[in-house]
């Protein structure tokens, strides 16, 4: 019976396929030891190509080596393959100031990668059940967070992540495991009242499945329900954001009237798919609300640090996510003609030579110029105290400060906006916001530099 309510949610969710080849993260514990058995015995007619890999947490002492010994053993006797893993998770929870359950799972999984990386079809398997399906649903209600749940299946590092024991219970697995006579070590940690997950466990759980016998069978059904519905609006949020979005590399700047134009939902999932693209690590606090709250403030212009080195920024109609170390810091390249420059800000700028004049040589993308007016190489630089440039049809010089503000560009833009300049020290170009004196076109000229950028956004 198990097997085949496992074997009809695989056909229904494509987990795994013949002739894939399978990791099983196997613990020692009931749930796993009863999907190592489960694999073992559908390997030859699936063509599986197994191997069980297990970590040992150093977290209980002697307890936790007679874990990895019974896995060990249990694999030898099907004959399946066995890698073993050790970490300190002690020593890397004091470092990162994170929970014991936290640095657990961050070093077991990067492990798991560890081995798997590079190998093809490969795919790692793990024992969640329904009642770990129901208890995360139930954390993430009761920190306010939308339920998403467990999805079945998922990737870490470019791994392909498989959960095809969504579907039973705990309790199924452990009477598996005691009708087939596999042993099985039990976590005394499980019980200790110390872990929010054990609470719900214990204490919530029981109840609902009292009410009701099909109780998690329910909580699946809507898991999966949610999902498929949160997969369509998530390719809509993405089309409708890329319309007044653009994504650099590591900042994203978009229209704050735009945003605010979006339905609700639309504007979730449209900012945690710029946290999700800047890869921000959210950790177990969703920052919408408190950005919602925000940037519907009367206040112009403000700025919010959060995770540490990211912040928001409201400047202009226009708001900027991003992480900091990037984009508040100066730079100076030198560039000859015929030459390229890829600048640390997203940009790029390109000299060449013409003797013809066109009309795209007039866009706003682009300076031409007098070759004989230039010596190189020219500089290409952000801002500096004092700048000024000679524009094209003013009378005297203007403060590049000035320009900037006259051109409403955000705050955080102008540090690492370019500016071209002459060999002698002459600022010949702001890029699309003004050009000096020297930029102009003649009859009599044969030969013209053209120096052009692209800042175009980074899909």
Not at 152 to 171: A, D, E, T
Not at 199 to 214: A, I, Q, S, W
Not at 267 to 285: C, S, T, W
């Amino acid at each position: 019976m198990l097997l085949q309510t496992i074997l009809t949610f695989n056909q229904k969710h494509q987990l795994f396929q013949q002739h894939d080849t399978l990791y099983l993260a196997v613990s020692g514990g009931p749930d796993s030891m009863a999907m190592l058995d489960f694999f073992y015995r559908i390997k030859d007619a699936w063509s599986l190509e197994l191997y069980v890999i297990t970590v040992d947490h150093q977290l209980r002492g002697e307890d936790s080596r007679q874990d990895v010994e019974l896995v060990k053993k249990e694999a030898a006797k099907r004959d399946i393959p066995f890698i073993e893993g050790k970490v300190n998770v002690k020593a890397y929870q004091r470092v990162h100031q994170i929970g014991t359950q936290e640095a657990a799972r961050t070093l077991r999984y990067d492990f798991f990668q560890q081995q798997m990386q590079g190998k093809e079809k490969t795919k790692l398997v793990t024992a969640h059940h329904a009642d770990d399906q129901a208890e995360t649903m139930f954390m993430q209600l009761a920190k306010g967070v939308r339920p998403k749940g467990i999805p079945v299946h998922g990737q870490f590092g470019g791994i392909q992540l498989i959960r095809p024991f969504l579907c039973v219970s705990k309790q199924a697995l452990i009477s598996y495991a005691n009708e087939k006579e596999i042993p099985y070590h039990r976590d005394p940690s499980n019980e200790e009242d110390t872990y929010t997950r054990n609470r719900f466990r214990k204490y919530v759980l029981p109840f609902f499945k009292d009410e009701n016998p099909k109780f998690l069978e329910g909580v699946q059904r809507v898991a999966e329900i949610q999902r498929d519905e949160d997969a369509i609006l998530d390719e809509l949020s993405e089309e409708k954001m890329c319309d007044f979005t653009q994504f650099y590399e590591q900042k994203v700047t978009f229209s704050i009237d735009g945003f605010l134009a979006l339905p609700l939902p639309l504007q979730r999932r449209g900012f945690h798919l710029i946290l999700n693209y800047l890869q921000v690590p959210i950790g177990k606090k969703d920052y919408f609300f408190d950005f919602l709250e925000w940037i519907q403030a009367e206040k112009p212009n403000a700025t919010y640090s959060f995770q540490k080195d990211y912040s928001w920024i409201k400047s202009y109609g226009q708001c900027v996510i991003q992480k900091n170390e990037r984009f508040n810091s100066s730079f100076s390249e030198e560039i000859q003609l015929n030459d390229t420059r890829h600048l640390p800000n997203g940009w790029s700028v390109t000299v060449e030579e013409t003797e013809a004049n066109t009309s795209e040589l007039t866009n706003a993308n682009v300076f031409v110029c007098d070759r004989r007016l230039i010596e190189f190489p020219l500089h290409i630089r952000t801002r500096k105290p004092g700048d000024r440039i000679r524009i094209l049809g003013l009378a005297g010089s203007k403060k590049v400060k000035d320009i900037f503000i006259d051109k409403k560009i955000p705050a955080n833009d102008r540090d690492s906006w370019p500016i071209v300049v002459n060999g002698d020290g002459e600022i010949l170009w702001l890029p699309l916001l003004a050009r000096s004196e020297l930029g102009t076109l003649s009859d009599q000229v044969t030969s013209y530099v053209v120096i052009r950028v692209n800042h175009q956004k980074k899909n």
